[in-house]
Structure formats: C-alpha cells, structure tokens
C-alpha cells in the first residue's frame, strides 16, 4: 500500500511540475489594476494559461509557490484578491478539490494557446460569445450612465428616452458618483437588469410591464443566477444567461396579463 501511495505522490509531482509551456495575453483590466501585486497579475496569467485545456485550473497553492518561488500563503492571498475582484472565480467540489475558472467578462482580449489557437477557439466559441455579450453589455450601458456615443447595433434604432423613463420606472438610474463605490458584483447586476430592460423596449413590450414590480425583477434575476450556478457544468448548463433572464421575464409578462402578447424571437 505504502508503495502504491508513492508511486501516486510522486505522478502527482510530476504532473504539477509540468509548466504551461504556451503564452497568454493579460487583459488590461487585470494589468493596470491597481489593487494586484504584480505576483496577483502573474497568476492570473498562469491560471488562464492552465484553464485552457479543462476550461479551469485545478493546480495546487504548491504547485504555484514552487512555480513562483514564494509562500503558500502569498498565493492564497493573490488567488483570494483575484476573486475578490472578479477576474476569477474559485470552487470547491466534493473531496476539496478546488477547481478555479477565468471570468471571460474581464477586458475585450482572447486567451491563445499558441500552435493550438484554432482548435482552441472552436473549442470556447460560447466562451467568446460570452464575452461578446458583456462587451455589448457594457457599451450599453456607457451609453446610458455615461452618454457615451458608442452604442451596440441592435439599440441603433431604439429611442435612448424610452430606455431612460423604464429605467427610471424601475429605479435602475445611477449616476457615475454612485456606481463608483459599488461592489463588483452588485455593478454586474445592475449592467445586466439595465441591458434586458432595454430589449425590453428594444421589442416595445412596455406596457405588458405594469405589474412587474422592481422588486420582481430582481427576484428573478437572482432566482436565474441561482439556475445558472446550479446548471454550471451539467447538461442543463445555462450559455446565455441574458437570453435565459429576457425569457424569465417575458414568460412572467405572460403570467400576469390576461390578453395574449406576441413575443420577438430572440
């Protein structure tokens, strides 16, 4: 037994010692942030480099501190701030195996494996459809707070008030000041709950609204991220959550009117 344990010990060394031996670009989200350690920022790029082949990262605080020539605990520390952030996210499943998982939202730039590229992004093509979203996301919702020209095609011809009075309905308004001392996560909500209230105009179903309270709304956000977590990494796995969110509301919109609606394809 004491000879099987060994051999099992010593692959596992192996394993971990071997290096990614491709490149990866760091989104400038994580490099000019301010709040890493430049160690943090590496490890960023080392965790998307091993996240590519499994789609997560399952190396150990070991691993990285022989890698880096530092303590566990300096790397528990990056990893804890990196999460903290949202450039990663860290799970522990059953017999604590953590498995940690790059947040494809982070900047505008793809992750490449080298000679592998073109396997690897028809691989992760939802990866970057993900992004895409939260690129779009984003643009909106600059478009919005900030009054930012750029604008995603599909709310090209979609009258910028009508967005602002529903937001307002719902009291989703924030000015630049407030969404400063946001939370990351609490920001992500509200970018999120803004892009589907404009599809929700976008598709002029306003007024199937009425009844749909602003605490509604959340409720069934937070009931659809739920989903999503659960679903993670099953058959059931949720690819377009904003796509997931718009058709939870749109069912409710069914739900609460009595007449029929015509709901747009999405």
């Known amino acids: 037994?004491?000879?099987?344990?060994?051999?099992?010990?010593?692959?596992?060394?192996?394993?971990?010692?071997?290096?990614?031996?491709?490149?990866?670009?760091?989104?400038?989200d994580v490099r000019?942030?301010?709040?890493?350690?430049?160690?943090?920022?590496?490890?960023?790029?080392?965790i998307a480099c091993l996240s590519n082949k499994e789609g997560y990262c399952y190396a150990t605080n070991k691993?990285?501190?022989?890698?880096?020539?530092?303590?566990?605990?300096?790397i528990q520390n990056a990893i804890s701030k990196l999460e903290e952030r949202g450039y990663i996210k860290v799970i522990?499943?059953?017999?604590?195996?953590?498995?940690?998982?790059?947040?494809?939202a982070v900047g505008q730039e793809k992750n490449f494996i080298g000679d592998y590229e073109n396997s690897f992004i028809e691989a992760n093509e939802n990866k970057f459809t993900y992004n895409n979203i939260n690129n779009k996301i984003d643009i909106l919702f600059n478009y919005i707070i900030e009054n930012k020209k750029e604008v995603p095609k599909e709310f090209k011809n979609v009258?910028?008030?009508k967005i602002i009075e529903l937001l307002d309905k719902y009291e989703m308004l924030y000015t630049k000041n407030m969404i400063t001392y946001m939370q990351r996560n609490n920001l992500?909500?509200?970018k999120e709950i803004t892009y589907v209230i404009a599809l929700i105009v976008k598709d002029n179903l306003q007024?199937?609204?009425?009844?749909?309270?602003?605490?509604?709304?959340?409720?069934?956000?937070?009931?659809?991220?739920?989903k999503e977590m659960d679903y993670k990494e099953t058959d059931n796995e949720i690819d377009d959550f904003i796509g997931y969110y718009y058709k939870t509301i749109q069912n409710e919109m069914i739900k609460r009117n009595n007449s029929s609606i015509f709901l747009p394809k999405n």
Do not use: H, W
């Open 207 to 226: 007024e199937f609204t009425y009844n749909i309270t602003r605490d509604k709304l959340i409720y069934l956000y937070n009931k659809c991220k739920a």
């Open 63 to 74: 691993y990285f501190a022989r890698l880096y020539n530092c303590t566990t605990r300096s």
């Open 92 to 104: 522990i499943k059953n017999n604590y195996q953590r498995k940690i998982f790059i947040s494809y």
């Open 159 to 161: 009258e910028k008030l």
């Open 32 to 46: 000019y942030d301010n709040q890493l350690t430049e160690k943090a920022k590496l490890l960023y790029g080392e």
């Open 1 to 28: 037994m004491m000879g099987k344990n060994l051999i099992m010990k010593e692959a596992k060394k192996m394993k971990e010692n071997n290096k990614a031996n491709y490149y990866v670009i760091i989104p400038a």
């Open 188 to 190: 992500d909500k509200i």
